[in-house]
Every structure is written in C-alpha cells, then in structure tokens.
C-alpha cells in the first residue's frame, strides 16, 4: 500500500514524477540520517530534528527549498527569528544540477553539526 507520501510522488505527471524522485534520491544519499516526511502536504527532509529542504509542485513549477533552520541563526533581542529559505525552480526536462544539490545539503548538514 501507498502512503501518502509516495502519493504525492506517483500522482505528479512525467517529466515531474521522475524528477522529484530522483531529486528525492540525491538528497537521501547525503547522509544516511536524514529523514523524509510528509509535511504541509509536501515531502520535506530533516537531519537531527532540524530542517532541511523540501519539494514542490507549484503548477507546472518543480520548486526545491533549502531551510535553514531558524534554531541555529544568531538571535537579536527583539527581533522574531525565522528559518531562511533558499528555493530554486528545477526544469524537469534538463539535467538535475546534482552536485549543488548534494553541496547545499552537505553545507546545512555541517552547520547543523557545528551547533
């Protein structure tokens, strides 16, 4: 049986569906900690309880997220903190830029470590 997060994988129409899972794939090979779930209906993916990315279908736009989460940004006094994000519109009909995927996962995973 499908869970809902592999629904949201197999609904998504080709060149979509088959770049959303190998964006899923590049990502969950960083490191073996990494979690992937379904969160706001969208797949998302944590390390250590910490935000790192997710994807979405907006339209007929591939958008993948990169969070920072806000837990390791400096705090001011008085100023609300909030996660940052990074998003980029990946062309499913090109190749995936792989390396910066896997670089920008790599570089939240360090700074994630370091705190």
């Known amino acids: 049986m499908n869970t809902q997060l592999e629904d ?3 609904k998504q129409a080709e060149p979509y569906q ?3 899972l190998a964006i899923k794939f ?18 998302n993916f944590s390390y250590k309880g910490k935000k790192l990315a ?6 007929k736009k591939l958008i993948l997220g ?16 909030k996660d940052q994000l990074d998003m980029i519109q990946i062309d499913p009909t090109k190749d995936l830029p792989k390396e910066f995927i ?10 994630y470590s370091a705190k």
């Not at 590049?26 to 797949?43: A, G, M, S, T, Y």
């Not at 997710?54 to 339209?59: A, D, E, T």
């Open 18 to 20: 088959s770049c959303l």
């Open 102 to 111: 896997e670089t920008k996962i790599k570089e939240l995973i360090e700074l």
């Open 66 to 81: 990169f969070i920072t989460d806000k837990s390791v940004l400096p705090r001011i006094a008085g100023l609300k903190t």
């Open 8 to 10: 949201y994988y197999l």
């Open 54 to 59: 997710f994807l979405w279908m907006n339209r």
């Open 26 to 43: 590049i990502i969950l090979n960083v490191d073996e900690q990494i979690i992937h779930e379904r969160k706001f209906q969208i797949p």
